[in-house]
């Protein structure tokens, strides 16, 4: 169907290529679209991973110290007002057009939505559940890994799942610079 509207509507290849145009580029030089497509997986992977695991890990600290909750996570929501555009090309300027620059844009927009939903997560757990294991002689430590954080797992993995692809399109932004 593509291929045909390109055809009979005589849409220029410039605004959009037929499919058979481009697979004829694809197969003319395979390395260069293989190599291309393992550095933008290599870039999304460390920039969704890193800010996976750091979501979480603030997600759980947050949780656990109200203090550090009011006074950084207003800083984090500011942060996320910056428009990536602005905040990537200062990355590229700082770390170079490298893969770590690249991989730190997409980690950017990666952490957020995974603390987020951690902290939301966490605050899901049934208070009676969490007073029936306080009156078991359950440690914080306890109701946190028994009870709370798998209470969280559902929320956890929609963000994950949303930074997934927020992650790749920070590592395509990246490499736009």
Known sequence: VWELV??????????????SVIAQAILATPGAYTDAFLKTLAETVLGF??????????????F???LLRELVFPIFVLSQTIPVI???????????NSLLAKA???FYLSFFPVAIHTLVGLRSADPKQVQLMRSF????AQILFKLQFPAALPKI??????????????AIVGEWF
Do not use: D, H, M
């Open 104 to 106: 730190a844009i997409a």
């Open 64 to 66: 656990r110290v109200r």
């Open 137 to 140: 002689g359950a440690s914080p």
């Open 49 to 62: 991973g890193g800010g996976s695991a750091f979501g979480i890990a603030i997600g759980l600290l947050f």
């Open 6 to 19: 390109v055809i009979v509507a005589g849409i220029r290849p410039f605004y959009l290529p037929r499919p």
């Open 86 to 96: 602005a905040f990537g090309a200062l990355v590229v300027l700082w770390l170079g």
């Open 157 to 170: 993995f929609v963000s994950l799942k949303i930074a997934a692809s927020i992650g790749l399109l920070g």
